[in-house]
């Protein structure tokens, strides 16, 4: 059940600041690739230009590989008749995501100069009344917001952390919402207004009131779509966003906010008691104790995607949890009211916990080289889930520490360094504010 860990040892950043998932077994691969070009002295026209890899690797991953979440761009893989504005986004964005996969100085240099360009080429087609808002220029708007995700701005640090995808949701007022009628145009809206709540969450800021008409506008349109119980589960986040933008200060405020977070806990609860076959996890009971397996028994996800959202549920639980027990300290303790929410939020959050250390095992199991590239997507995805685990004050020692084993095997057999930056973080007990983490690990840009 286990597999043979490397002697490798990967060292990591010395600031949370610069977090960031990276494939190292990638970035082995292309150093090693690049050594055999410059032994062999290749012609000139056979080195393929920085530029060229990074946007392949871009597309391959977001627009038509695993992710898929920018599948609109699709058109502009090969476009020469692209806006210039539009070229330099995708190029910066690329050049970003690329620096992301080889932690490559030089990489991220080329990157920030492109992103100059980019917002440079991009302000000046806002001042053009032909292209202020069109396709391009939206879609390019977004783009800066992805470079920023992926080259990490601290959310509670920065006040522009959604200046971006709040300038993509005026330029889509501005053009009015009947102008997005094909696919790709509502592909476009609805990536647009998933990364506008995750802003607000991460944020801790309120969704921008431009957000609901859109997703009603492409709920009209994609009647497939919005029973998925991801779509269902974004309507929840946003309620989830404006709770937390308001924090109680007193008794009379915990009061009504105990109420709200009860309430959204059980609609969480009760959507994901009822989804569909193609939803639902199988549990692997197992004969003998193994290290990547915290109970005896694990469960099994069709596919990384239906086991990150399920973990995103469970996690906004212990958060909305955590917020309960901080409301219950403003209580009064002359009633058994707050005492019984308390042993409530405890038991619910130390049952999420064990519910999410059993979907680690599917994907720590090591499966062999050839499933290696998607053990590793899933992975990628339990890190922040993991680190919600180890924070909540309801998890009780014994289940930090196997936390912490799971995190130290993630960045040792899978070269996953911020595995060990955030072990680091957990083992020192330092308190980093959930949302500074998944800011750190590089956001929606690589998860959502």
């Known amino acids: 059940m286990q597999g043979t860990e490397t ?67 699709k058109p502009f893989y090969n476009s020469t008749q692209a806006p210039k504005h539009l070229l330099h986004t995708i190029d910066a964005a690329s050049l970003a995501f690329f620096y992301y996969q080889t932690n ?19 302000s000046k087609a806002l001042q053009s009344p032909d292209i202020v ?6 879609f390019a708007t977004l783009l800066l917001d992805l470079f920023d995700k992926i080259t990490y701005q601290d959310p509670q640090e920065d006040d522009t952390w959604g200046g971006h995808v709040a300038g993509a949701l005026a330029l889509v007022n501005l053009r009015g919402l ?44 994609l009647l497939a779509d919005v029973k998925d119980p991801k779509w269902l589960l974004t309507d929840l986040m946003i ?56 109970e005896g028994f694990y469960n099994t996800y069709p596919d990384a995607h239906t086991a990150q959202t399920w973990n995103v549920v469970r996690m906004v639980r212990v958060l909305l949890n955590e917020s309960l027990l901080e409301c219950c300290s403003l209580l009064e303790s002359d009633s058994d009211t707050p005492t019984l929410l308390v042993e409530n939020a405890i038991t619910n959050n130390q049952t999420l916990a064990r519910e999410i250390c059993a979907s680690c095992p599917q994907y720590l199991i090591p499966q062999g080289e050839e499933n290696r590239s998607g053990q590793q997507n899933g992975i990628y ?16 020692e ?35 504010p959930p949302w500074t983490v998944y800011a750190a690990l590089g956001s929606y840009a690589l998860a959502a």
């Not at 030089?106 to 980019?118: C, G, M, T």
């Not at 289940?399 to 911020?418: G, P, Y």
């Open 104 to 122: 490559s100085d030089s990489v991220l240099i080329h990157a920030r100069e492109r992103y100059v360009s980019a917002l440079r080429t991009t």
């Open 398 to 432: 014994p289940l930090r520490q196997w936390v912490l084993k799971q995190l130290r095997f993630m960045a040792d057999e899978f070269c996953i360094r911020n595995a060990a930056i955030v072990a680091d973080r957990v083992e020192e007990g330092a308190i980093v």
């Open 133 to 138: 808002a069109s396709d391009s220029t939206v």
């Open 239 to 294: 309620e989830y966003a404006n709770l937390q933008s308001n924090q109680p200060a007193d008794a009379a405020s915990a009061t009504d906010r105990i109420d709200r977070v009860t309430e959204l806990d059980a609609k969480l609860r009760v959507l994901f008691s009822n989804v569909p076959p193609s939803w639902q996890y199988q549990t692997v009971i197992i004969n003998e104790p193994s290290k990547r397996v915290l």
């Open 7 to 73: 002697e490798a040892t990967c060292t990591g950043y010395r600031d949370l600041g610069e977090l960031r998932i990276r494939n190292e077994s990638l970035s082995v691969q292309k150093r090693a690739l690049l050594k055999a070009n410059r032994s062999t002295d290749l012609p000139r026209a056979l080195i393929i230009p920085i530029d060229t890899r990074a946007r392949d690797s871009f597309f391959n991953y977001f627009v038509v590989g695993s992710s898929k979440a920018w599948d609109f761009l």
């Open 178 to 221: 009947d102008q997005f009628q094909d696919f790709s145009s509502l592909r476009f809206l609805t990536r647009l207004t998933t990364n506008s709540i995750i802003c607000s969450v991460s944020g801790r800021s309120p969704v921008s009131g431009a957000v609901k008409p859109i997703r009603d506008f492409t709920a009209k349109r």
């Open 381 to 396: 995805a339990l890190i922040f889930p993991l680190y919600i685990t180890a924070w909540s004050h309801a998890s009780p």
